[in-house]
């Protein structure tokens, strides 16, 4: 059984990589992009669509995308989502680009909110909110006393179904080079969630180092803990027992920043000291000062590999920023908040465009 990897392990591993640089893939023809491309209904329209918006990223240099796997769907549709995720990873080959598969989240509803994934025709979003939906990861459900995040994995019985799921694609791609890095949990204690995943997170590391997969493992940190989000974004640092556990776990330390240049650069100073590479797997929100032009340049100083979030504007609605933020004094609501293109592929501002082709013209890092 595979350990965790020594410092001297990961370092090797990282200084053999070229500079990593990709986005949040969400394709913008649907809210829940990784179902409406990897189910079965109309799956070959969603793929040339999806086609497209991978072939203009590889146009401009991004070798990378991370991307939420829907559990969901590997439970009601098997043989189809296998079958499509082994065709979008050879799409990203043809284009010389890897995955950094998210196969877990904390950012969910209250349960009382909760519903299953649609299949079939995606619903249309609802004008003027992030995520096309009224209902988000930040909502309190205060009239039934529900403050809680849920996810199906909470139920007991789940676990055995998790471990299948994760057995299985350890062992389909946990030898493959288009597999980057396994990118356990997302965000985890995030929807007032805080300790809820830990013990099945852990059981997901060591579920996938029995496998011996070859590729480095990790679970973001993100600032949980803190008073609230925008306050840790001016004092960036860890804050809470499940981050501490996150960067226990992981090979490689991933992170979620979307503050302004300086206290990107406080936050960086903070996670160099664990003394493992580091890629920020969110960032990118013009009205939090988190652009392109500053830190993309940023990061590849650092040797920090980046995925921003978004790419193609569409049914998602990056553009509008959070509901809790909205009537926040210094939020310029008028700025997108996330995606670099419109649908239509022209740029949201042709200088970002010019400085993300600047970075990934030369990606040697070492």
């Known amino acids: 059984m595979r350990q965790k990897w020594t410092e001297e392990e990961i370092w090797s591993w ?17 809210m829940n992009g990784g179902i409406w491309l990897l189910q079965d209904y109309d799956h070959e329209r969603a793929y040339r669509e999806s086609a497209k918006e991978i072939a203009l990223a590889a ?20 043989d189809s989502f296998m079958k499509n995720f082994e065709e979008l990873l050879s799409l990203l080959d043809l284009y010389h680009m890897t995955m950094m598969p998210v196969l877990f989240n904390d950012c969910c509803v209250a349960k009382s909110k909760y519903t299953e994934p649609v299949l079939g025709p995606q619903p249309e979003p609802v004008p003027g909110y992030f995520g096309g939906t009224s209902v988000t990861p930040f909502d ?24 299948a799921y994760v057995k299985e694609l350890a ?24 300790e809820k995943s830990v013990s099945l997170m852990k059981k997901v590391f060591e579920w996938m180092r029995e496998e011996d997969v070859k590729q480095p493992l990790t ?11 925008y306050g840790w974004l001016k004092n960036p640092g860890i804050y809470a027992d499940v981050e501490r ?25 903070c996670l160099k000291e664990y003394g493992r590479p580091m890629i920020n797997t969110e960032w990118m929100h013009r009205p939090y000062r988190s652009i392109i032009q ?56 042709e200088e970002e465009i010019d400085v993300i082709r600047e970075c990934n013209r030369d990606k040697k890092i070492f």
């Open 59 to 78: 146009s401009l240099g991004f070798n990378s995308i991370r991307f939420f796997v829907p559990f969901y769907l590997w439970r009601v549709q098997h």
């Open 219 to 229: 679970a973001d940190v993100w600032g949980a803990g803190a008073e609230h989000p």
């Open 294 to 349: 500053t830190h993309l340049p940023l990061w590849k100083k650092e040797k920090i590999g980046s995925y921003f979030f978004g790419f193609v504007n569409g049914k998602a609605q990056f553009n509008y920023v959070w509901e809790f933020i909205k009537n926040l004094p210094d939020i310029d609501t008028r700025l997108w908040m996330h995606d670099i293109f419109h649908s239509d592929f022209t740029p949201y501002d």
């Open 171 to 194: 062992q389909t791609y946990g030898q493959d080079n288009r597999i980057l890095i396994w990118n356990i949990w997302n965000e985890a204690g995030n929807s007032q969630r805080m």
């Open 14 to 30: 990282y200084k053999a990589q070229p500079w990593i640089t990709g986005f949040n893939f969400i394709p913008s023809g649907a």
């Open 245 to 269: 556990t996150a960067i226990e776990l992981s090979d490689i330390i991933t992170f979620h920043f979307y503050g302004d240049y300086a206290h990107s650069r406080m936050y960086i100073k």
């Open 140 to 163: 309190e459900d205060t009239q039934n006393g529900d403050i809680i995040g849920y996810d199906i994995t909470d139920e007991p019985e789940m676990e055995p179904t998790v471990h």
